[in-house]
């Protein structure tokens, strides 16, 4: 299949992640007060020394454009300045916050894809069951329930009634120096609650969402004819009828992965997790705009990445886009 | 004279019908009489139900159930939780209805122009849709509402500005279709303008799909007001449902219910916000309910 | 005994306007080798005679009430699933009408030809794939082998349902169950898929069951004829008999309206009205209401199949004689 699509689908990626720098420039510019205060951040304790050196580096003195075409040139760098209250610049930051956070929002995904299609096929076998009346109900509810206020809930099960699960943090201090797959395992012991808990509402609309796509596709003629063929039940559900209802349940996946985010951002806060989430948060209350935007620019990176991995799965499982641009 | 009445009856009919399907509909009229019930306790609760959700009138985490008085309990600093939730609905309800009112206005707007004009109109507009989409909701409207210091309008205009790619895609998916249909060419035979055909014509017919989208706006933004002042980023001299979890997050090992009832009033807004959602969808398109 | 025996066959359906009977009585039998064809319009229970044979009637709100349906003696309404299954594109299979959407499109032709094989026949993966390619040469699809790595969307319908026949015959099953298998091709493809019909059953001397409502593909292809009516067999003989002496009056209208190049497709342009929705059927004959010549005992009574100019008919006008 045409790697041409692929370009010009990072093509136009890139396009976007531009627009996020413009953005970001136009935020700080328009803010009230002076952008030199405003880079320093509130809690910075700026000098006025330290504010010539900002002016300095972002060229604050020179006309607009220019500020715009130094800034773009910086981020192209991967310079995306320097944070005033971690001291440390922003990029750094964020590499050390991104892994966690890429594992939480993934792990999320797939688990609620696998377990809302699962749910939502067997719900479809019987348009009229229990299951599905089930999958309604859980669908409705699991769109009502603040993600926050779940995390909370399953803390204060977890913490005091069933205490199997960690409830802060990603890792173990007392197995810091464990064998590697020991410490891994303590990772995947710390994410099973937060990663459950921003799957659950992604699971519950992934149920009715599948739900919905399977029944529309068991009407159809094919899956009367892999019947006539004399195929199993099983075979007819998962081969022919889940690979045709699973591009819907795709191009949600794709749109979804900026909420899916957007849910990180508070499940980190709420379970202590280490990621951009857990920063974006710090940085806000301490208004560290350069950590703030350096946030916002990676997570819509993930988003545009996701976007385009979605866009290439599309392709890859409907034949009928293929060869097309 | 008698034509006139006739076409009267046909233009009620289908909003008549809708409500005969909506009445018939269980669920929905159960949401709709939770949510009229949390609005009423928000707008006049405060008239059968003295104090204020700010003052400390009490021993902190007093349990619920223990003082008549209190029958809620307690937060960390010996606040009532009944006036905290009596008082807390209020901004958030506003600023869910404001916020879903500004995401609908931005997004009819743009998906309508978008729909109607096509042509470069609609690819550049739908280029800065899907700039919108790429930015994480919640992040962005953080950083709006930091950068421009919290108040109950900056974070519904935030909430709004961040939500409304959705709707435009949604109205220009309708307009696309309606546009080709007998009645838009017949108004533009007899010379109708563009705004009149626009508003007039075709966006009372795209009305259905974008009163349910209307309605479950609401819920998200609920959703998302509760989320940013969970996070501290309300205004900080409202006090509202999601602040209430936030406050107290840091004692939920000690005390349960500061967080527990204040989440029970967002899931039981957003819950009857979403049964009428449902409830109006399927009132609008029956032929879509044995599903 | 037959090859395929559908005896006394009572289909009903659970509606919301009740439990109607989509089939009533339907007998029809068959043997190795030959062609019979069903006719009628849409609605009259055609096609839920196929799929009762098949085992595929959806059920609830379907269900068997009666009757038997016999395959070399055994009778599949009393088959367990299992058997069914085995039964099912093996020994029984079936092509559709709509070969735009028959097949999956997600997967390649070649693979659900090669499917069809591997769930009947225990051969490795490669072989099935030679058999599929095979296949298809075989229904006439030039350069075989390169087309079977296709997607359904990228042939053409008449192709398609080259590939539906590949499918159907590749376990060379006893009865073939075409399904209104032209109905959505061009008239000239028409012609080449009944050719093709034609040299397989003569190559696999399979059984044909050919669904149809036009009298045109009949007289091409049918030995023997049904002529079916609100759910039940009104008529029924040899072709010669049935397309040279038709009895029954809505056969003779059938007949007087074979399309021709212009005039193809549903209409009876020679019977006014339609078929009466099932659930409003009275105590007397379905096609009373349509019928020029309807008398009082039409309404009041249901005609049986009498034999009548070398065939039977089930009409008071033609076995009285005063039509």
């Known amino acids: 299949m045409g790697s041409g699509f692929l370009l010009r689908r990072i093509g136009y990626g890139l396009l976007l992640m531009l627009g996020v720098v413009v953005l970001n420039f136009l935020l700080i510019r328009l803010a009230p007060g002076d952008p030199a205060v405003v880079i320093a951040g509130e809690m910075g304790g700026a000098t006025e020394e330290m504010l010539a050196s900002i002016r300095e580096e972002y060229g604050l003195n020179e006309p607009l454009l220019v500020q715009l075409g130094i800034y773009i040139g910086n981020v192209l760098r991967g310079d995306l300045g320097e944070s005033f209250f971690f001291n440390q610049p922003v990029a750094h930051l964020i590499a050390l916050r991104i892994g966690p956070t890429i594992l939480l929002v993934v792990t999320a995904q797939l688990l609620s894809i696998f377990l809302g299609v699962l749910l939502g096929v067997l719900a479809a076998r019987r348009p009229n069951g229990v299951m599905s009346a089930f999958v309604s109900v859980f669908a409705t509810i699991g769109y009502a329930v603040p993600v926050f206020w779940t995390g909370i809930m399953l803390i204060i099960l977890f913490a005091s009634v069933l205490p199997v699960f960690p409830v802060e943090g990603m890792t173990s201090v007392r197995l810091r120096d464990a064998a590697w797959y020991v410490q891994w395992l303590d990772v995947a012991h710390h994410l099973v609650l937060p990663a459950f808990t921003l799957a659950i509402i992604y699971l519950a609309q992934y149920a009715r969402l599948s739900r919905a796509s399977m029944l529309e596709v068991l009407g159809s003629d094919y899956i009367r004819t892999a019947r006539a063929k004399g195929a199993r039940e099983r075979t007819v559900l998962f081969r022919h009828a889940l690979r045709n209802a699973a591009l819907p349940i795709l191009t949600v996946a794709g749109l979804q992965f900026g909420n899916l985010i957007s849910g990180a951002l508070l499940v980190e806060t709420v379970f202590n997790w280490p990621g951009m989430g857990r920063l974006a948060f710090d940085s806000i209350l301490r208004r560290d705009y350069p950590t703030i935007m350096g946030v916002l620019f990676f997570a819509s990176a993930m988003v545009v990445i996701a976007n385009i991995l979605t866009d290439w799965s599309y392709r890859l499982a409907d034949p009928r886009l293929r060869g097309r641009t | ?291 | 005994m037959s090859l395929l025996e559908i005896d006394q066959l009572k289909v009903t359906f659970d509606t919301r306007y009740g439990q109607v009977t989509a089939l009533d009585s339907v007998s029809l039998a068959m043997d190795a080798g030959e062609t019979l064809a069903v006719v009628g319009e849409s609605g009259c229970g055609k096609s839920i005679t196929a799929l009762s044979v098949m085992g595929l009637i959806p059920q609830p709100p379907g269900k068997i009430a009666g009757g038997a349906i016999r395959l070399a003696g055994e009778d599949l309404t009393r088959a367990s699933e299992a058997r069914l299954r085995a039964m099912r594109g093996a020994e029984v299979a079936m092509i559709f009408q709509e070969p735009m959407t028959s097949l999956n499109p997600v997967f390649t032709v070649g693979d659900q030809i090669a499917e069809a094989i591997l769930l009947h026949q225990d051969v490795p993966r490669d072989r099935a794939w030679k058999d599929a390619v095979a296949l298809l040469e075989r229904v006439g699809i030039p350069a075989a082998a390169a087309r079977a790595q296709d997607y359904p969307h990228q042939l053409s319908g008449g192709m398609r349902q080259r590939v539906m026949i590949a499918m159907a015959v590749s376990c060379r099953p006893r009865v073939l169950i075409a399904d209104e298998p032209t109905t959505a091709l061009d008239v000239t493809v028409q012609a080449q898929i009944f050719d093709l019909l034609n040299e397989i059953q003569r190559d696999f001397g399979a059984a044909i069951l050919l669904i149809t409502h036009d009298m045109g593909a009949v007289s091409e292809m049918a030995d023997r004829v049904a002529v079916m009516y609100a759910g039940r067999v009104i008529e029924t003989g040899t072709a010669d008999s049935v397309l040279d002496a038709p009895q029954h009056p809505y056969t003779r209208g059938l007949i007087g309206c074979i399309p021709s190049l212009d005039t193809a497709g549903d209409g009876l342009a020679e019977i006014p009205g339609v078929v009466p929705p099932l659930h409003l059927l009275g105590a007397g004959c379905a096609f009373a209401e349509r019928c020029l010549h309807v008398r009082d005992t039409c309404r009041d009574t249901k005609p049986r199949l009498t034999e009548k100019a070398g065939h039977h008919v089930a009409c008071f006008g033609a076995q009285e004689g005063w039509l």
Not at chain 2, 127 to 141: H, K, N
Not at chain 2, 155 to 160: E, W
Not at chain 2, 188 to 216: D, E, F, H, K, Y
Not at chain 2, 235 to 242: A, E, F, I, K, L
């Open chain 2, 1 to 291: 004279m008698s034509d006139r009445t006739a076409a009267q009856v046909r233009a009620e009919s289908p909003a008549r019908e809708a409500w005969r399907m909506f009445r018939r509909n269980i669920p929905a009229l159960a949401g709709l009489v939770i949510l009229s019930a949390i609005v009423l306790a928000t707008l006049y609760g405060s008239f059968f139900y003295s104090g204020d959700a700010f003052d400390i009138v009490w021993a902190p985490h007093e349990p619920p159930g223990v003082t008549a008085e209190f029958p809620l309990g307690t937060d960390y600093l010996g606040r009532d939780i009944v006036a905290g939730l009596l008082t807390g609905g209020g901004p958030t309800l506003a600023v869910g209805a404001a916020a879903a009112a500004i995401t609908m206005v931005i997004g009819i707007t743009l998906g309508a122009l978008a729909g109607f004009f096509g042509g470069w109109v609609d690819n550049l507009l739908m280029r800065i849709t899907e700039f919108f989409q790429v930015l994480p909701a919640l992040l962005f409207a953080m950083v709006l509402v930091t950068l421009f210091s919290p108040s109950l309008w900056t974070i519904a205009i935030a909430i709004g500005v961040v939500s409304w790619p959705q709707t435009a895609r949604l109205t220009r998916a309708e307009f696309l279709k309606i546009k080709e249909l007998e009645y838009v060419t017949a108004a533009r035979a007899i010379g109708a303008r563009n705004g009149r055909i626009m508003w007039q014509v075709i966006l009372p017919n795209a009305a259905p799909p974008l009163i349910v989208s209307a309605t479950l706006t609401v819920g998200v933004a609920i959703l998302f007001e509760a989320g940013l002042s969970f996070l501290g980023l309300g205004d900080p001299n409202v006090m509202s449902w999601g602040l209430m979890i936030g406050a107290n997050r840091e004692y939920i090992l000690d005390a349960w219910w500061p967080v527990t009832f204040p989440g029970l009033a967002i899931f039981f807004t957003v819950f009857s916000v979403s049964l009428i959602g449902d409830g109006l969808n399927d009132a609008f398109n029956p032929k879509l309910r044995s599903r």
